[in-house]
């Protein structure tokens, strides 16, 4: 087994989860059934080969640009008139599950 | 005439020519959505009064005798994991169960200004994690081809709809086959477009480097029309590429006589079900037929595509919904004393155990300690199966394969085993690792009359040469 219960609990609480037992014993299960198959990626070197986060600066770019320059057509001025109109306060509010007509507002952050 | 049947040119030249209205057009779908939704479940939320509205000014151009836009009057749906202002969006999540976005998807506008009416939102997994739509937070989406199976997943309401003659046509998304798998189990078109062709501006994000628009619909050409209405560049999405959009529509016509279409040994082998297998080599021999040339190629390391795409995109999925913390939208838990339990028990009530799952794995491959070996390692995998398709496509102008290794399965077959289900999708998972486009055509049926599937796959940006394959094959079929 790759994954304990340790690591199940350390990985929750990374992820802001709490679970239940129930949960956590699924999920130590199902991880190492997964992972036990993902292994299989071992059986390929892959030491010189780069890595791929993405494929758009690959395809549908001039390739002869480099860096920035590639992209500029994705860019543009850095002045105020090019910003785009952000949404108006109370429709940005109108989601949220508590504010205060100004603010977003949650609880205590910090304890006394 | 058939209102629900009809093909996107055939309702708008009704509407267009007066034989019917925009405005009856949108109320008998709605009329059949109210007899035969019950008992397949495709719709979450219907949009009456947009789609009404919508409806009214286009009878009242038709009236003027103006001109109709590409959609004018054609009702479709959208896939719950679009935004559209006014009308509730919920990814086919409880963590969304009352979220009412301030604004539109770009693929959604681009219709609507195309005179489309849409009709309402349609089930999906959740945030569209999923391969049956078994994962949706609100009810499972059954096949309307036999009701004891799914329609495939994610996108199955989006597939069940059109099928059912619920909507003319319907918008998608795709991150690991989620398109083009329910087109093939409901026996309808499915179009993954190259990653970048579509906006993804308001798609709710599931892997950002994966996650793909795309329209399903009941005729190549349909989907060629879609494609056309919402591809190109859009600046509220960075990915988005610029590069020219073609008439989809008028490409369809070119002959296909000549074409090279590659057959890979790897998506023929074990695991293939055998009659999808002879559905799918009867299709290749039609294609013979037309005059395409089949040549051999290989993709040889497709076997690595399942586990290089759960690493990706579960990763990808940790981070983007980390947005999802009880603070500015979504479902905020109440019992909570500190900030750090509100996130926690929020997350905790809000997302399905197979969003938590995901959540879970992808947090695990980037934690320190084993992001070299699972997050790092898959990408370079990724390079690997690029490859693979540059080295094919050097041979080839397209590629041919089963969209999915069987047709529909049970309901509740593959729920306690997530590693199955992840399988599911061993055909379509290179196309979205890769960025290359994918169209599902239907290409027969099994001995139990379930739908069999065709993908085809292209190079990047070439959608016509994949739609054209298609249309040839649907009109010889």
């Known amino acids: 087994m790759k994954v304990t219960e340790k690591d199940v609990a350390y990985v929750a609480d990374l992820a802001n989860l709490e679970l239940t037992q129930d949960e956590r014993?699924?999920?130590?299960?199902?991880?190492?059934?997964?992972?036990?198959?993902?292994?299989?990626?071992?059986?390929?070197?892959?030491?010189?080969?780069?890595?791929?986060?993405?494929?758009?600066?690959?395809?549908?770019?001039?390739?002869?640009r480099t860096g920035s320059e590639r992209f500029a057509y994705a860019s543009r001025e850095d002045i105020l008139e090019g910003l785009r109109k952000s949404l108006?306060?109370?429709?940005?509010?109108?989601?949220?599950?508590?504010?205060?007509?100004?603010?977003?507002?949650v609880p205590k952050v910090i304890e006394r | 005439m058939d209102l629900n049947a009809l093909t996107i040119e055939a309702a708008r030249a009704g509407v267009q020519a007066r034989e019917t209205t925009a405005t009856?057009?949108?109320?008998?779908?709605?009329?059949?959505?109210?007899?035969?939704?019950?008992?397949?479940?495709?719709?979450?939320?219907?949009?009456?009064?947009?789609?009404?509205?919508?409806?009214?000014?286009?009878?009242?151009l038709a009236a003027k005798g103006e001109e109709l836009p590409p959609l004018g009057g054609v009702p479709v749906g959208i896939k719950d994991v679009m935004v559209?202002?006014?009308?509730?969006?919920?990814?086919?999540?409880?963590?969304?169960?009352?979220?009412?976005?301030p604004y539109d998807c770009t693929a959604v506008a681009r219709l609507e200004a195309a005179g489309a009416v849409v009709l309402g939102k349609?089930?999906?997994?959740?945030?569209?994690?999923?391969?049956?739509?078994?994962?949706?937070?609100?009810?499972?989406?059954h096949n309307p081809r036999d009701l004891s199976r799914v329609p495939g997943g994610s996108s199955g309401g989006s597939a069940a709809a059109v099928a059912?003659?619920?909507?003319?046509?319907?918008?998608?998304?795709?991150?690991?086959?989620?398109?083009?798998?329910?087109?093939?189990?409901?026996?309808?078109?499915?179009?993954?477009p190259t990653y970048g062709r579509v906006s993804r501006y308001g798609l709710i994000a599931f892997a950002s480097s994966l996650d793909r628009i795309g329209p399903l619909t009941k005729t190549v050409r349909d989907a060629a029309i879609a494609l056309r209405t919402i591809a190109g560049r859009d600046p509220m999405d960075s990915t988005s590429a610029e590069v020219p959009?073609?008439?989809?529509?008028?490409?369809?016509?070119?002959?296909?006589?000549?074409?090279?279409?590659?057959?890979?040994?790897?998506?023929?082998?074990?695991?293939?079900?055998?009659?999808?297998?002879?559905?799918?080599?009867?299709?290749?021999q039609k294609l013979a037929g037309s005059g395409c040339e089949i040549v051999p190629v290989s993709l040889p390391h497709t076997e690595y595509a399942i586990p290089t795409y759960y690493l990706v995109a579960t990763a990808e999925a940790s981070s983007n919904l980390a947005r999802f913390d009880g603070v500015r939208y979504g479902y905020r838990a109440r019992d909570a004393r500190t900030l750090s339990e509100m996130y926690r028990r929020s997350r905790d009530h809000g997302f399905g155990a197979e969003v938590k799952r995901r959540i879970m794995l992808g947090t695990y491959a980037l934690s320190a300690g084993y992001y070299d070996a699972y997050y790092l390692k898959a990408q370079r995998v990724r390079t690997l199966l690029v490859r693979d398709f540059e080295e094919a496509f050097k041979k080839v102008d397209a590629i041919v394969t089963p969209t999915s290794p069987t047709a529909a399965f049970k309901l509740g077959e593959k729920v306690d085993d997530p590693l199955s289900?992840?399988?599911?999708?061993?055909?379509?998972?290179?196309?979205?690792?890769?960025?290359?486009?994918?169209?599902?055509v239907p290409c027969g049926e099994t001995k139990e009359n379930l739908p069999v599937g065709l993908q085809i796959l292209g190079k990047h940006f070439d959608e016509a040469t994949i739609l054209r394959v298609a249309h040839a094959y649907e009109q010889a079929a």
């Open chain 1, 25 to 64: 014993r699924l999920l130590l299960r199902d991880l190492n059934s997964i992972l036990d198959y993902v292994d299989r990626l071992s059986q390929l070197d892959t030491t010189d080969l780069p890595p791929m986060s993405q494929i758009s600066d690959r395809y549908g770019v001039d390739q002869s």
């Open chain 1, 88 to 105: 108006p306060h109370e429709v940005a509010l109108q989601n949220a599950p508590d504010t205060d007509g100004t603010f977003f507002k």
């Open chain 2, 24 to 60: 009856s057009l949108a109320e008998a779908f709605y009329a059949k959505i109210e007899t035969t939704d019950p008992e397949i479940g495709a719709y979450l939320t219907l949009s009456k009064d947009r789609a009404l509205e919508q409806a009214a000014r286009m009878d009242s």
């Open chain 2, 84 to 101: 559209t202002r006014g009308v509730r969006t919920t990814a086919g999540s409880k963590i969304l169960a009352n979220y009412i976005p």
């Open chain 2, 122 to 141: 349609l089930n999906c997994d959740e945030f569209a994690m999923g391969s049956s739509n078994e994962n949706s937070a609100w009810r499972p989406v």
């Open chain 2, 164 to 192: 059912a003659d619920m909507a003319v046509a319907t918008l998608g998304s795709d991150t690991g086959g989620s398109i083009r798998q329910p087109a093939s189990f409901c026996g309808v078109v499915g179009l993954m």
């Open chain 2, 245 to 284: 959009v073609p008439d989809y529509v008028a490409e369809l016509e070119k002959p296909v006589r000549g074409l090279k279409l590659g057959v890979a040994k790897e998506y023929f082998g074990e695991g293939l079900d055998s009659e999808v297998r002879k559905s799918v080599e009867a299709a290749i």
């Open chain 2, 421 to 440: 289900m992840y399988l599911a999708d061993i055909f379509t998972v290179t196309a979205d690792l890769s960025g290359i486009p994918g169209i599902s």
